[in-house]
């Protein structure tokens, strides 16, 4: 059973930075690979949205919302994604999510990020 374990999220100041990790047990390095990851967060009382992805090939795709600031990488020898979060603002705050998908699909339990002054 493939699981994804988020961890990075914590309380930071405006224009902080904090580096969150995702990542997958139960499936082999060449299977995750394969799959494309995403980071999504939710916002109390807000729909949850794609913050950042990243393809099998190593493509990036952002929101407009956190261009320039946010970085999405992956490292497949160890089977994690990474979102290294640069000038966080207030509106960052957020529980933030991780899935795989394409040949899988899963979406981990979500680590909290607040900013906060």
């Known amino acids: 059973q493939v699981q994804l374990v988020e961890s990075g999220g914590g309380l930071v100041q405006p224009g902080g930075s904090l580096r969150l990790s995702c990542v997958a047990s139960g499936t082999s390095r060449n299977i995750f690979s394969l799959n494309a990851m995403a980071w999504y967060r939710q916002a109390p009382g807000k729909d949850r949205e794609l913050v950042a992805e990243?393809?099998?090939?190593?493509?990036?795709n952002y929101a407009d919302s956190v261009k320039g600031r946010f970085t999405i990488s992956r490292d497949n020898a160890k089977n994690t994604v990474y979102l290294q979060m640069n000038s966080l603002e207030l509106e960052d705050t957020a529980v933030y999510y991780c899935r795989i998908y394409r040949y899988l699909e899963v979406w981990g339990q979500g680590t909290l990020v607040t900013v906060s002054s």
């Open positions: 990243i393809t099998s090939g190593g493509t990036a």
